[in-house]
Antibody, heavy 122, light 109 residues
Framework: QVHLQQSGPGLVKPSQTLSLTCAIS??????????WNWIRQSPSRGLEWLGR?????????DYAVSVKSRITINPDTSKNQFSLQLNSVTPEDTAMYYC????????????WGQGTTVTVSS | EIVLTQSPGTLSLSPGERATLSCRAS???????LAWYQQKPGQAPRLLIY???RRATGIPDRFSGGGSGTDFTLTISRLEPEDFAVYYC??????????FGQGTRLEIK
């Protein structure tokens, strides 16, 4: 059974970098048949896909246009986890952040992390 | 980017009734890469339907999905008390973007 465990701070100051980590058990970040995603949810923006990383002989990343200039998603094969970094945050980035697995590059998300509430405030 | 519009915004029904939720896409969703999720307060979304009509593992057969192209539906044949929640559609066929609808709240009448 696949389990995703999120970690990271719940409070970030404006203009700083939001960093979250998602530890994977029951699967491998290097699997060539899954994609590892970050999704956020807020009352104003609803559910918003941010990006993903996946391995198909080499590593690929896809990012949402809305955050493309500020986001980095990195796999960490040594720890079997992946991370989210979102730079230059504003209060608009306040949201519940989820990591999630999709069993393919074109597949629905079938496993979600527990969620991390991130507030951007000074 | 494909925009998904769900209707109605809120649906008020009683247990035992049939629920029909709609999801309309701004352009055709390729290969029926359309999913439905259920979300209850304080929980992450749960996958119900993928590929427009395939039930995810462990999902009761009272949930069914249909449609193609730009128009999709989620039907709950006989509502159980635990079915009252918010439902989201999602398309995952337009690489690289994945988009969600704004949700339909299913409430007890």
């Amino acid at each position: 059974q696949v389990h995703l465990q999120q970690s990271g701070p719940g409070l970030v100051k404006p203009s700083q970098t939001l960093s979250l980590t998602c530890a994977i058990s029951g699967d491998s970040v290097s699997s060539d048949s899954v994609a590892w995603n970050w999704i956020r949810q807020s009352p104003s923006r609803g559910l918003e896909w941010l990006g993903r990383t996946y391995y198909r002989s080499k590593w690929y990343n896809d990012y949402a246009v809305s955050v493309k200039s500020r986001i980095t998603i990195n796999p960490d094969t040594s720890k079997n986890q992946f991370s989210l970094q979102l730079n230059s945050v504003t209060p608009e980035d306040t949201a519940m952040y989820y990591c999630a697995r999709a069993p393919g590059a074109a597949a629905a998300v079938d496993v979600w992390g527990q969620g991390t509430t991130v507030t951007v405030s000074s | 980017e494909i925009v998904l519009t769900q209707s109605p915004g809120t649906l008020s029904l009683s247990p035992g009734e049939r629920a029909t939720l709609s999801c309309r896409a701004s352009q055709s969703v390729s290969s029926s890469y359309l999913a439905w999720y259920q979300q209850k307060p304080g929980q992450a979304p749960r996958l119900l339907i993928y590929g427009a009509s395939r039930r995810a593992t462990g999902i009761p057969d009272r949930f069914s999905g249909g449609g193609s192209g730009t128009d999709f539906t989620l039907t709950i044949s006989r509502l159980e008390p635990e079915d009252f929640a918010v439902y989201y559609c999602q398309q995952y066929g337009s690489s690289p973007a994945i988009t969600f609808g704004q949700g339909t709240r299913l409430e007890i009448k």
